[in-house]
């Protein structure tokens, strides 16, 4: 099993920048392809971004694509994501998510282990 725990949100003005990290512990890190998820108030939860265990594949939804960057580092056990240009419609809770498997995945049903989460608040 493996335990994540994101940080690194909080309150940013429309443009802004922040960085999401999602630190596991328990089982090796590398052995998992991670993703990041965001759920908005009312909305179902969405795939953002996602990465294959080596981190040299990516992917990433549309919606986010040129703005957010998803990487790893192995060795220090941790995910981040980077968000530049942010917009109001970013405001979300995010949460990291790890899955068993070769590559990398988008639907929420692929991944075994959901860190908490962080609230990300994008103001205009």
């Known amino acids: 099993q493996v335990q994540l725990v994101e940080s690194g949100g909080g309150l940013v003005q429309a443009g802004g920048s922040l960085r999401l990290a999602c630190t596991a512990s328990?089982?090796?890190?590398?052995?998992?392809?991670m993703g990041w998820f965001r759920q908005a108030p009312g909305k179902e939860r969405e795939f953002v971004a996602a990465?294959?265990?080596?981190?040299?594949?990516?992917y990433a939804a549309d919606s986010v694509k040129g703005r957010f960057t998803i990487s790893r580092d192995n060795a220090k056990n941790t995910l981040y994501l980077q968000m530049n240009s942010l917009k109001p419609e970013d405001t979300a809770i995010y949460y990291c998510?790890?899955?068993?498997?070769?590559?990398?995945?988008?639907?929420?049903?692929?991944?075994?282990?959901w860190g908490q989460g962080t609230q990300v608040t994008v103001s205009s």
């Open positions: 998510a790890a899955g068993s498997g070769n590559y990398y995945a988008i639907r929420k049903e692929d991944y075994d282990y």
């Open positions: 328990g089982r090796t890190f590398s052995r998992y392809f």
């Open positions: 990465i294959n265990r080596s981190g040299g594949s990516t």
